[in-house]
């Protein structure tokens, strides 16, 4: 089985201050995501790579950076957190282009206060 | 881009009562579909996938859906649903690029 793991399931911080969220998959997979979930909005692309070293921007990428610099790692940053940025948000995997279904993790909610 | 769309954003049924979920989106090239469920707090779990073959597609814990690509439609059903399938449950297409485009999601509230 695929295992996806977020390192942590609940955050709260502080207006300004910056927040990493660490996403680790064990199954060699190409491609990684981070998403944002919201009631009523459902699931928005921030970021996803496909390769070490590799990023593209998803539909919400303002106000987040990311980093992959091993395969099984990809981690989403807030340089500054703010409160429009309390939310759910989840890392996914996928083992390529083209191939099959995306794989999740048990997600991060965060509140900024 | 694809577009996905839940019509209901909440479905109440009774306990051993059919259920069925509606999914519709844009594109009519050729993609890939699925649907999601997710528990309280928790990610999304795989419930199941069509790629390509029968367009009936069977997933976990009794759920089927059918691809209908004239009315470009993928829509869930169970025919005898549990306390246990209540949930929020997402539908979702890939139109083989690197993307998901996810709805907006279906809350199903199993009443006993």
């Known amino acids: 089985d695929v295992k996806v793991t977020q390192s942590s399931r609940y955050l709260v911080k502080r207006t300004g201050e910056k927040v990493f969220l660490e996403c680790v998959q064990d199954m060699d997979h190409e491609n990684m995501f981070w998403y944002r979930q919201d009631p009523g909005l459902g699931l928005r692309l921030i970021y996803f790579s496909y390769d070490v070293k590799m990023k593209e921007k998803g539909d919400i990428p303002e106000g987040y950076s990311v980093s992959r610099e091993k395969k099984e790692r990809f981690s989403l940053i807030l340089e500054s957190a703010s409160t429009n940025q309390t939310s759910m948000y989840l890392c996914?995997?996928?083992?390529?282009?083209?191939?099959?279904?995306?794989?999740f993790g048990e997600g991060s909610r965060l509140t900024v206060l | 881009a694809q577009s996905v769309t839940q019509l209901d954003s909440q479905v109440p049924v009774f306990e051993e009562a059919p259920v069925e979920l509606r999914c519709n989106y844009s594109s009519s090239v050729s993609v890939y579909l699925f649907w999601y469920v997710q528990y309280p707090n928790q990610g999304l779990q795989l419930l199941l996938k069509y790629l390509s073959g029968s367009t009936l597609v069977k997933g976990i814990n009794g759920f089927e859906a059918e691809f209908n690509k004239s009315q470009t439609s993928f829509h869930l059903r169970k025919p005898s649903v549990h306390i246990s399938d209540t949930a929020e449950y997402f539908c979702a297409v890939s139109d083989f690029g690197n993307q998901f485009y996810f709805g907006t999601g279906t809350s199903l509230t199993v009443i006993p």
């Open positions: 996914a995997t996928r083992q390529g282009r083209k191939t099959g279904e995306l794989f």
